[in-house]
Nanobody, 126 residues
Framework: QVQLVESGGGLVQAGGSLRLSCAAS????????MGWFRQRPGKEREFVAS????????YYADSVKGRFTISRDNAKNTGFLQMNSLKPEDTAVYYC???????????????????WGQGTQVTVSS
């Protein structure tokens, strides 16, 4: 079992930055790949970024490439999503997730993950 808690969301103006955190407990976070997803109003949950257990493989959605950075600190059982140059269309609930089956190749779709946090709201005003 893995428990995930996101934090760091909030309201920011377009062009601003936020850093989301995902604190993991209950198991060995360092074994697992981790991902960030978001769900915009009226839309399905979509992939944002993912990172392997050792940070050797990192993937981004095209919509956030060059603006967002995923990272992790296994010693602190915490993952991060640094979001820069935010746009109103980035407004969404952001979720972190872990894949307990594999840590080497981080999935880029929601079914690849089996533990999820409760989400944190990010609102970008124009």
């Amino acid at each position: 079992q893995v428990q995930l808690v996101e934090s760091g969301g909030g309201l920011v103006q377009a062009g601003g930055s936020l850093r989301l955190s995902c604190a993991a407990s209950g198991s060995t976070f360092s074994r697992y790949a981790m991902g960030w997803f978001r769900q915009r109003p009226g839309k399905e949950r979509e992939f944002v970024a993912s990172i392997s257990r050792g940070s050797g493989r990192i993937y981004y959605a095209d919509s956030v490439k060059g603006r967002f950075t995923i990272s992790r600190d296994n010693a602190k059982n915490t993952g991060f999503l640094q979001m820069n140059s935010l746009k109103p269309e980035d407004t969404a609930v952001y979720y972190c997730a872990v894949d307990s089956d594999s840590g080497v190749i981080p999935p880029r779709s929601a079914p690849g993950y089996d533990y999820w946090g409760q989400g944190t709201q990010v609102t970008v005003s124009s």
